[in-house]
C-alpha cells in the first residue's frame, strides 16, 4: 500500500508565482491535513478536511487555498507565492477527524520561494 | 488542548531502554496523550496513545502517572533507527479543536 502519496517532492517557484500541492491517500480515510514545518519547528495545521465534501482553516491559513476533490484527494494551493511559505509541506490523512491516533503521514513537500 | 512540555534533546545508547518523559500538568481529563516520532526528513509516525492507564503495543510502552501531569514513553531496546524526534501530544478526542498540534518535541539520538 502507497499509504499518502504527495507530489511534487521538490519545487522551488519564483515569488508572485502560483502552484498546487497535490495529496492523495489509497486507505479509504475520511479526514486529511496539510501541515508546513519550518526548520527546526513543529508543524503547524494550514487547513484540514474533516470529511469529503468540508474543509476548515487550521492554524496559519493565510496565503493558501484547498480543495477536497474526492474521498482520496485533498491539494493544496498557493496563489501568489511569498518567501515565508519557504517550507516543508505534508499531508496527512485519519479515519475520523476527532480522535489524534492513526495520522499517516505523506513523505513531504519541499518548497523553496525566491 | 493541555500544552506540552518536553526537554530538547536526549542521548541513550543502543540496546538500552530510552525513557523518554513529557510534562502536561495542565491536561484536562478528557485529554489522551499522544505520541508521534518525526525521523529525519519524513512525515510524522504514530506511536501509541492512552488516557490514564498503561499501554504498550509493539513500538513503545506508555507510562501515565496517576495524577495524569506527566507521562514517559518507554522504547524497550533502542536501536539506531529510533533516532528522530518524538512529540508528545495532549488532545481531546471528540473536542472542537480539531487539531493535532506539535511541538519541538525531544530528538532522541540513540548511540553506538
Redesign the interface.
Known sequence: NAG?TQTPKFQVLKTGQSMTLQCAQDMNHNSM?W?RQDP??????IY?S?SEGTT?K??VPNGYNVSRLNKREFSLRLESAAPSQTSVY?C?SSDT????????????TRLTVV | DAKTTQPPSMDCAEGRAANLPCNHSTISGNE?V?W?RQIH??????II?GLKNNETNEMASLIITEDRKSSTLILPHATLRDTAVY?C?A?A???SN????????TLLTVNP
Open positions: 499518502v491535513y501541515y527546526g519547528m513543529g508543524l503547524r495545521l484540514y474533516a476548515d487550521g492554524e505534508f496527512a477527524f476527532d480522535r489524534g491516533y492513526g495520522y499517516t503521514f505523506g513523505s513531504g | 489522551y499522544y508521534y526528513s519524513q512525515g510524522p509516525q504514530y496513545h512529540y501530544i488532545f478526542s471528540g473536542g480539531y487539531k493535532l498540534t506539535f511541538g519541538k518535541g
